[in-house]
């Protein structure tokens, strides 16, 4: 069980990695310079090539924090119960966890490095707790062009979650071989992205609170002025 697990978690990463990984950053780079785009913001994209960022987000230390928080939360629900309970099972889910992680950035990667699309998460430029919460949660399935840098559907995001939903049923138990398991898994993997883009969005007044009342308070005496 576990050896074939692990056959399939490595035949499915590394055929879409070898994509992800060979995809040519230079032309990448040189359509950001080329582009209509703001300059300021073409050239801090130009320092993080598809490649670099691929290796950072799959085996990165927060990469890897997020499968063992995934996998020990699956612990502690007991799920799936057929793993069971104890070092094996806990063992199992981490290698579904990380499977299940590395292959939906190697889809990820492949299909946003084709499809020229922005990496990562931008902060919105708003103000506001209900439009920074719309903006956050709208760039989990919307991001923007690095050619043009218009809005564009996160293909690879997308495509990353619901392909290592169903990829992620080949090692799974018998009775997760569904359709329906797989839509399942993708979708959470989606509301996950969903909630680390809003983390991300407000961290700054999470880490400093009193510094961002105090700013908050400053623009309101400005404006009654």
């Not at 809005?151 to 992620?168: D, L």
């Not at 839509?183 to 609170?209: Q, Y």
């Amino acid at each position: 069980m576990i050896t074939r697990t692990i056959r399939v978690i490595l035949a499915s990463t590394a055929m879409v990695t070898a994509m992800a990984v060979g995809t040519d950053s230079a032309s990448a780079a040189t359509a950001y310079r080329t582009s209509a785009y703001a300059p300021r913001r073409a050239k801090q994209r130009t320092r993080h090539p598809y490649r670099r960022q691929f290796v950072k987000d799959t085996f990165g230390k927060r990469a890897l924090l997020g499968v063992g928080a995934s996998a020990g939360l699956a612990q502690a629900r007991n799920s799936p119960h057929e793993w069971g309970r104890g070092g094996t099972g806990l063992a199992k889910r981490t290698g579904s966890a990380f499977g299940q992680h590395a292959t939906k950035k190697s889809i990820q990667y492949t299909v946003s490095s084709l499809r020229h699309e922005e990496l990562g998460y931008q902060p919105s430029r708003k103000r506001g707790f209900g439009p920074r919460l719309e903006h956050a949660l709208a760039s989990t399935v919307v991001t923007h062009k690095t050619t043009t840098g218009r809005p564009t559907i996160a293909g690879g995001r997308i495509s990353g979650a619901v392909g290592s939903g169903f990829i992620s049923r080949a090692w799974q138990p018998a009775r997760l071989h569904t359709v329906s398991s797989g839509l399942a898994t993708g979708g959470m993997s989606l509301g996950a992205d969903a909630g680390k883009n809003v983390i991300t969005e407000f961290w700054p007044e999470i880490r400093h609170p009193r510094s961002h009342a105090r700013q908050a308070s400053a623009r309101t005496a400005r404006r009654r002025r």
